[in-house]
C-alpha cells in the first residue's frame, strides 16, 4: 500500500476506494484564508514536557516508504490540550528538486517549501496510539512550515542521516536532542482546527496545531530532503525517488479555523 500513497496527485484519488475515510469529514490538509479564520483568545501557549532528550537516548528514524518518520520517546508530551498528549513519531512532507513547494497546509493559497509533523496521541483517555488514531480525540499533530533560509543545524540532527535510510525499510539510530529546536520560537501563534490524518485511513482523529512562523532550512538542506530517499527497497530494479509526498489540501466548508494571535 505504502508505494500507492504518493505515486502523483492521481494517487490520492484512488485513496476512498479502500479508505473510505478518506472521502470524509473533517479532511486535513486545509488551505487557512482570511474568511474562515477567527480569533480565539482561549488558545494558550503548548508546554512540553520531556523534549529536550539527552544525547544518551536515541531515536530510531526509518524510511517507511512514503515518508521518513522518527520515533520519539514515551517521555514526551504535551499540556494545555484539552488532554495530554504523548508523542509517538516525527515525520516531513516535501515537493521535488524542480518545485520545492511540498508543505501540506497552505496560507493564502501559498505553498511553503516543506512541513514537519510531529504525532502525538491522547495518553490520558487510550493506551497507545493504535487505541487512539480512529478516536475523535485520539491524536494532536504539531506541525511546522519550512522554508528556506540559513543552515539549520537543529533540522541537521536528522537530516545529516537520510543517507543512511535511502531506502524503503532501512534504519539508523540518532542520538537524541531537544526535539523543541525543531519547531519555531512563537509557540504562542498557531492555528489549531479539527482535522484527519493526510495519509490513509485519513482517520478525521486530529487535533491541528500548525504555528504560524514558518522555520527556516537551507537550500542544500531542502535539496538533501527531496533527493535523499526512495519508495522503493534498495534491491529494487525500478527505483522510485520519494518525492512530493504531501496530500493536496481539502475542501474545507462551513468550519472555522482558530488563530492565537491577532491579524
Ligand atoms: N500527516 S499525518 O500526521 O497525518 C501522518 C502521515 F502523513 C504519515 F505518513 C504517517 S506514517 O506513520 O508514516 C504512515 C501512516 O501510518 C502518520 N502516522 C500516524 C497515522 C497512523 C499511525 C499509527 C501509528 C503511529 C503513527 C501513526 C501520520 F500521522
Ligand atoms: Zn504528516
Known amino acids: 500500500v505504502s508505494l500507492l500513497i504518493h505515486t502523483g496527485p492521481d494517487g490520492e484519488k484512488a485513496w476512498p476506494k479502500k479508505y473510505p475515510f478518506c472521502a470524509g469529514v473533517f479532511q486535513s490538509p486545509i488551505d487557512f484564508h482570511e474568511d474562515i479564520l477567527q480569533y480565539d483568545s482561549n488558545l494558550l ?6 523534549y529536550n532528550v539527552p544525547s544518551t537516548d536515541q531515536f530510531t528514524l526509518i524510511n517507511n516508504g512514503h515518508s ?16 495530554e498528549y504523548t508523542a509517538s513519531q516525527l515525520h516531513l512532507h516535501w515537493g521535488n528538486r524542480n518545485k520545492s513547494e511540498g508543505s501540506e497546509h497552505t496560507v493564502s493559497g501559498k505553498h511553503f517549501a516543506a512541513e514537519l509533523h510531529i504525532v502525538h496521541y491522547n495518553s490520558e483517555k487510550y493506551p497507545d496510539i493504535t487505541a487512539a488514531m480512529d478516536k475523535a480525540d485520539g491524536l494532536a499533530v504539531l506541525a ?3 522554508e528556506i533560509g540559513p543552515f539549520n543545524p537543529s533540522y541537521e540532527k536528522i537530516f545529516r542521516h537520510f543517507w543512511n535510510v535511502k531506502y524503503k525499510d532501512q534504519k539508523v539510530l540518532v542520538p537524541g536532542f531537544n526535539i523543541q529546536e525543531l519547531l519555531p520560537d ?3 501563534e498557531y492555528y489549531r482546527y479539527e482535522g484527519s490524518l493526510t495519509t490513509p485511513p485519513c482517520y478525521p482523529s486530529v487535533l491541528w496545531t500548525v504555528f504560524r512562523h514558518p522555520v527556516k532550512i537551507s537550500q542544500e538542506q531542502l535539496l538533501a530532503l527531496e ?4 519508495c522503493t527497497e534498495s534491491d529494487d530494479p ?15 466548508r462551513e468550519r472555522l479555523v482558530f488563530i492565537s494571535f491577532h491579524e
Not at 227 to 230: L, Q, R, V
Not at 238 to 252: A, G, I, K, S, T
Open 45 to 50: 501557549p503548548l508546554e512540553f514536557i520531556g
Open 68 to 83: 521518513v518518520k522518527m520515533y520519539l520517546s514515551p517521555a514526551m508530551c504535551i499540556r494545555n490540550l484539552p488532554f
Open 144 to 146: 511546522v512550515l519550512l
Open 186 to 188: 512563537r509557540l504562542d
Open 227 to 230: 533527493t535523499a530517499m526512495y
Open 238 to 252: 525500478e527505483p522510485l525517488e520519494m518525492v512530493d509526498n504531501f496530500r493536496n489540501v481539502q475542501e474545507f
